[in-house]
């Protein structure tokens, strides 16, 4: 049993090599870079979620919002607007 167990460790050098300490650190494990990417992405999916609400509450549909916008910064529209 106890060359069983030897045998075992002895092919799976990765588990003996890595200590817990290792394992555990942010640099080990590599899932250091999630909590980053996260806190990235916030921001941007927290101004979807107003926009999302104020479309909402005014009826408006996203056709709408496109055209709104195009009056409002493109000239061209504003051209045909005042004619």
Do not use: K
Request: proline residues 6%.
């Amino acid at each position: 049993m106890r060359a069983l167990i030897v045998l075992g460790t002895l092919l799976l050098p990765a588990m003996a090599e890595a200590c817990a300490t290792c394992i555990a650190s942010p640099f080990g494990d590599r899932t250091y870079n999630w909590p980053y990417l996260v806190l990235i992405l916030v921001p941007f999916a927290a101004g979807t979620v107003i926009v999302a609400v104020f479309m909402r509450v005014t009826g408006t549909t996203v056709t709408g919002l496109w055209r709104s916008l195009m009056r409002h910064f493109h000239p061209a529209a504003r051209q045909e607007e005042t004619t």
